[in-house]
């Protein structure tokens, strides 16, 4: 037995193949293009593993997806793949376009195939499980409910535009061909290999070297807030028993504004790594980028009563986990803060 996964390299996707191959016997091809956000240092644990085989490639090249279907035969495709930061969405939309859309597509064509081609009861067992986001809801009003799986779509960046585009192309695979697909939506995720891109991330790294701690605007917008760990359980779950054609939302159950996240943050490092006074007076306010969505919050019960998932980590324990887990791997963190990743720190934020 094999599963696909593709962007196995990437920040919840390497967690989704150590956690998988920790916990089965079961072979797992890993296709990921390595851009800036890919990682095989990520999966150094897994050098030698025969059960991991790891393919550098893009989903969007239909002729390598379809050698990959045709020799190895998955059961399912957990497609984790994707362009997935906003602030580089508005900076440069042609990649989110063409990754998350057209890559997308191509990739449930080659998977369609494969389906196509398979007799009982293969066919029936298998599954194509689409990784999306809370953020193709758009914006919540301050007391408005939590997002439900039966919420209108209403993205407001390029990125969530593209999430989006690409969960109605699953969603009409199913409808139309009948393709067994299952849609998860997950809230802001955070914890180990994530690319100091990401707001918990980059206040770690920027803290840890003196640096500006930068908050968009007020520091007021909320987010529902997700231990990887607990992600990857949820979306495991639902790969396991989600029930075909569906949505699930798999949130963390941690509303929380930027601001107080940054400053439990900092907190936590004043503790583990003190210095002279505190990180938080690092913290700076800049300029709000573009269309910001003020909150998000995921309605979560929906996986809780059909699959008995529910997170498993408060935001306490998993901030003082990832903190802990970056100031123990500062060769990773030295590595992927390249000369590239200043320039664009700079770009975004100023010098």
């Known amino acids: 037995m094999t599963v696909l996964v593709t962007g196995g390299a990437g920040f919840i996707g390497s967690n989704f193949v150590q956690q998988w191959l920790g916990a089965r016997d079961e072979r797992l091809v890993n296709l990921d293009a390595l851009t800036y956000a890919g990682n095989l240092a990520n999966l150094a644990a897994l050098d030698g593993d025969p059960r991991h085989v790891f393919v550098r490639g893009d989903i969007g090249d239909r002729a390598l997806t379809d050698h990959l279907f045709a020799e190895h035969q998955p059961r399912a495709v957990i497609h984790f793949a994707a362009e997935s930061h906003v602030d580089r969405s508005i900076h440069g939309p042609d990649a989110f376009i063409q990754t998350n859309v057209v890559g997308t597509f191509s990739l449930l064509e ?33 007391d408005e409910a939590a997002f439900s799986e039966a919420r209108a779509f209403a993205p407001n960046s390029p990125y969530s535009a593209s999430k989006a585009a690409a969960d109605h192309l699953v969603r009409a695979w199913f409808h139309t061909y009948g393709m067994p697909v299952v849609t998860t939506h997950c809230s802001n995720n955070y914890g180990a ?17 003196g640096a500006p701690l930068p908050i968009y605007g007020d520091g007021q917008q909320v987010r529902d807030w997700l231990y990887v760990d607990d992600h990857v359980d949820g979306v495991t779950r639902v790969l396991d028993a989600g029930r075909l054609g569906e949505r699930y939302h798999i949130g963390g159950l941690n509303q929380l504004t930027n601001l107080d996240v940054v400053r439990t943050l900092c907190a936590v490092l004043d503790e583990l790594r003190p210095k002279a006074g505190s990180y938080a007076d690092q913290i700076r306010f800049v300029k709000d980028r573009p269309g910001h969505d003020r909150r998000y919050a995921m309605d979560a019960r929906k996986i809780e009563r059909e699959l008995g998932w529910r997170p498993q980590h408060s935001f306490e324990a998993g901030l003082r986990e990832t903190v802990q887990w970056y100031l123990d791997h500062q060769p990773w963190v030295e590595a992927v803060t390249s000369g590239a990743y200043r320039q664009w720190t700079t770009l975004q934020y100023g010098a």
């Open 193 to 209: 290999y994530q690319f100091p891109e990401k707001l918990i991330p980059l206040v770690i790294v920027n803290a840890l070297a």
């Open 110 to 142: 080659s998977a369609r195939g494969h389906w196509d081609s398979l007799s009982s009861p293969d066919r029936d067992a298998f599954r194509f499980v689409q990784i999306s986001t809370d953020e193709v809801y758009g914006s919540l009003a301050p």
